[in-house]
């Protein structure tokens, strides 16, 4: 069974910068598509970033630049890094994997990923 477990959202000022962690366990595939999603209140779950061990990296247009995402393959921690942080990114972040390839124009739909975490919020003042 796959577990996902997030960490590291908090409280910070606009411009101020937090780095996300998703902790894996009992993936059998070691390079399956993982990704970063956020949901704000009233306001449907969206994609953020995207990426896999082997495979190509993709951010949302309302974070390029100033997010990151990594793997530590070793340790199976999925990051991401936010800098520049606005309050429009205050939401609850949640980690996620796809169980299948996915075909491009598709890695950032919720609807592709059937692994959740419970989510770690980020809140974002002005």
């Known amino acids: 069974q796959v577990r996902l477990e997030e960490s590291g959202g908090g409280s910070v000022q606009a411009g101020g910068s937090l780095t996300l962690t998703c902790a894996t366990s009992?993936?059998?595939?070691?390079?399956?598509?993982m990704g970063w999603f956020r949901q704000a209140p009233g306001k449907e779950r969206e994609g953020v970033a995207t990426t896999k061990r082997l495979g190509t990296t993709y951010y949302a247009d309302s974070v390029q630049g100033r997010f990151t995402i990594s793997i530590d393959n070793a340790e199976r921690i999925l990051f991401l890094h936010m800098n520049s942080l606005k309050p429009d990114d205050t939401a609850m972040y949640y980690c996620?994997?796809?169980?299948?390839?996915?075909?491009?124009?598709?890695?950032?739909?919720?609807?592709?990923?059937?692994?959740w975490g419970q989510g770690t919020q980020v809140t974002v003042s002005s």
């Open positions: 009992g993936m059998r595939d070691s390079d399956v598509r």
């Open positions: 996620a994997a796809s169980g299948r390839p996915l075909p491009i124009g598709t890695w950032l739909e919720s609807e592709n990923y059937n692994s």
